[in-house]
């Protein structure tokens, strides 16, 4: 009977197309969906997963990496007195608008990061060559994501206001879009000319690096809030990320409507491809009432709908993984804020093959109709 299910699958490839199709463009949908919830709100968390750093300290409570306040410099000489930091560096955070030279319009929102120039430095060492990242003690001078250039209405080169101080694009680099705004590096002087009076004693942050083979989560337990440094608070890289991310993704009412989408995805996926081999298995009914006149138990027949839909499930499955890579790359040569995990990408394969198994298990109605008497009439 197994048998029987490739050969059905193979001689009326036809009739089983519109389920593969199905099942193919629902995983396209919920892999792509799913790559740009995670390439947007991992944007949230951009500079830390784009810095070396093992340990960030900063104010109590921040639920995101957006949304810092001054911590006093104290806060550097807490960290460096534990014996397994090996080194700490500030991150200063300056929220302004950015003028294009000769703009007489409106401003466009950027957030300023204000980083060590020196080649050792640990934020955004990922992203950022040594080389370039010495560049921006130049005064004035900013580095953008490339895809933010027409935004900003300048070119490489080119010079603009923030916050009444003019700075210069030595450079674009790709990787660097944020989530509600443009993300410039500068250096901690040229953010601090940016904030102005409002440019805090300390920092908005201060970044450890541990030392080789020290446990970064003991030392974040051991960096235990003290009074006499102000008030702060350590986490490691891991768990900052974490937080950023998940603030964005269940904190806020987007998260929800994206789970709320991937939903009805499964569900109009379900519904189509049940449909589908519904149409095929009642199209083969009299085909099935003689098996089963013959002797073929309504079990065994069960099987082969099964098999045929798990068949439907591969095929669509295959389909669904090229046209989802493909469709990626294509995001990603355009800038377009996309990202895939292997674990991801295994949830979406596996919602898709469930979907599959459900439609058959469904389809499985119409074996009802195979009843013998129906080749009399």
């Known amino acids: 009977m197994i048998a029987l299910a490739r050969k059905t699958l193979l001689h009326e490839w036809r009739r089983f197309l519109p389920a593969v199709f199905a099942l193919g463009f629902s995983g396209v949908l919920l892999t792509v969906q799913a790559a740009l919830?995670?390439?947007?709100?991992?944007?949230?968390?951009?500079?830390?997963?784009?810095?070396?750093?093992?340990?960030?300290a900063g104010y109590p409570?921040?639920?995101?990496?957006?949304?810092?306040?001054?911590?006093?410099?104290?806060v550097e000489m807490r960290l460096r007195s534990d014996a397994d930091v090996a080194d700490v560096e500030p991150y200063l955070w300056v929220e302004g608008d950015w003028h294009a030279a000769g703009s007489h319009g409106g401003g466009v929102s950027v957030y300023v990061s204000g980083i060590r120039t020196q080649a050792e430095g640990m934020l955004f060492s990922e992203l950022l060559p040594r080389g370039l990242r010495q560049r921006l003690d130049e005064p004035g001078a900013v580095i953008v994501d490339r895809a933010d250039l027409d935004q900003l209405g300048v070119a490489i080169g080119g010079s603009g206001n923030i916050g009444n101080q003019p700075v210069t694009v030595i450079a674009a680099l790709p990787?660097?879009?944020?989530?509600?705004?443009?993300?410039?590096?500068?250096?901690?002087?040229?953010?601090?000319?940016?904030?102005?009076?409002?440019?805090?004693?300390g920092a908005t942050y201060y970044v450890a690096r541990v030392r080789p083979g020290a446990d970064a989560d003991a030392v974040r337990q051991r960096l235990r809030p003290d009074a006499a440094f102000g008030p702060f608070e350590a986490w490691t890289a891991e768990q900052f990320a974490r937080r950023s991310q998940h603030y964005w993704l269940f904190g806020t009412g987007a998260g929800v409507a994206v789970l709320f989408m991937a939903v009805i995805v499964c569900v109009v996926g379900a519904v189509v491809t049940s449909q589908s081999l519904m149409g095929v298995v009642a199209g083969s009914s009299?085909?099935?009432?003689?098996?089963?006149?013959?002797?073929?138990?309504?079990?065994?027949?069960?099987?082969?709908?099964?098999?045929?839909?798990?068949w439907v499930g591969g095929l669509g499955l295959l389909m669904a993984a090229l046209m989802s890579a493909a469709l990626l790359a294509l995001a990603g040569t355009q800038d377009v804020p996309v990202a895939?995990?292997?674990?991801?990408?295994?949830?979406?394969?596996a919602i898709v093959a469930v979907l599959a198994l459900v439609s058959g298990l469904l389809a499985m109605r119409g074996l009802l109709r195979a009843d013998p008497a129906e080749l009399l009439r």
Not at 340 to 349: I, P, R
């Open 340 to 349: 895939m995990s292997l674990k991801v990408s295994l949830l979406c394969g």
């Open 37 to 56: 919830v995670l390439g947007i709100f991992e944007s949230a968390a951009l500079y830390v997963s784009a810095s070396s750093a093992d340990i960030w």
């Open 175 to 201: 990787g660097l879009r944020a989530l509600g705004g443009v993300n410039v590096l500068a250096s901690i002087d040229t953010a601090r000319r940016i904030a102005g009076h409002d440019a805090p004693a």
């Open 286 to 310: 009299r085909e099935y009432a003689v098996l089963h006149a013959l002797g073929a138990s309504m079990a065994a027949l069960g099987r082969v709908v099964v098999e045929q839909a798990c």
């Open 61 to 74: 409570g921040t639920q995101s990496v957006s949304f810092g306040r001054a911590v006093s410099p104290d």
